[in-house]
């Protein structure tokens, strides 16, 4: 008997209908804080201020998740707010930051990497946001200690 073709035949999305695409996002926002952690601790002038942190925040738009970086003393009101970088949400690609409110169009046809890939996107990432094309970075340390993170995370979430 013929098998209709929606029922035989299963399709991996790239987009952020696939459950995996946020767990991919959350790794590589985790990558980009221990950069920037690993980062701050040459900055001796950042590190003599009591509290001083430097941290990334995803937040979700419509077509594109947004990579904020924040810096300064106070938390709850940083300092400095500065764009870092943007994902695709219909593919994963990780795109440079021209503005504050979207990716160029050029950028969304010159994605500098992909969530998809091994380093979860990583490879194109520095302290500064997302490089310029075809600048790779060796982030796979960063990678691992993220992954490990998030895992102990899950573990003693599962736990309580």
């Given at each position: 008997?013929?098998?209709?073709?929606?029922?035989?035949?299963?399709t991996f999305t790239m987009s952020a209908e696939n459950p995996e695409f946020h767990k991919r996002l959350e790794v590589l926002e985790e990558t980009i804080n221990l950069i920037l952690d690993n980062d701050l601790?040459?900055?001796?002038?950042?590190?003599?201020?009591?509290?001083?942190?430097?941290?990334?925040?995803?937040?979700?738009?419509?077509?594109?998740?947004?990579?904020?970086?924040?810096?300064?003393?106070?938390?709850?009101?940083?300092?400095?707010?500065?764009?870092?970088?943007?994902?695709?949400?219909?593919?994963?690609?990780?795109?440079?930051?021209?503005?504050?409110?979207?990716?160029?169009?050029?950028?969304?046809?010159?994605?500098?990497?992909?969530?998809?890939?091994?380093?979860?996107?990583?490879?194109?990432?520095?302290?500064?946001?997302?490089?310029?094309?075809?600048?790779?970075?060796?982030?796979?340390?960063?990678?691992?200690?993220?992954?490990?993170?998030?895992?102990?995370?899950?573990?003693?979430?599962?736990?309580?």
């Open positions: 008997m013929f098998k209709n073709k929606e029922q035989s035949l299963e601790q040459k900055w001796s002038y950042k590190t003599s201020q009591k509290g001083y942190f430097s941290r990334c925040k995803i937040s979700y738009g419509k077509k594109f998740v947004k990579i904020v970086k924040e810096e300064g003393t106070n938390s709850d009101y940083p300092r400095e707010v500065s764009q870092f970088g943007w994902v695709d949400m219909s593919n994963g690609d990780v795109l440079m930051g021209h503005n504050y409110r979207s990716p160029s169009e050029s950028e969304k046809r010159n994605p500098r990497s992909n969530i998809w890939k091994d380093q979860y996107g990583a490879e194109s990432i520095s302290s500064y946001g997302v490089g310029y094309k075809g600048a790779k970075y060796n982030n796979q340390s960063f990678v691992s200690k993220a992954v490990d993170t998030i895992a102990d995370r899950t573990k003693m979430k599962q736990k309580d």
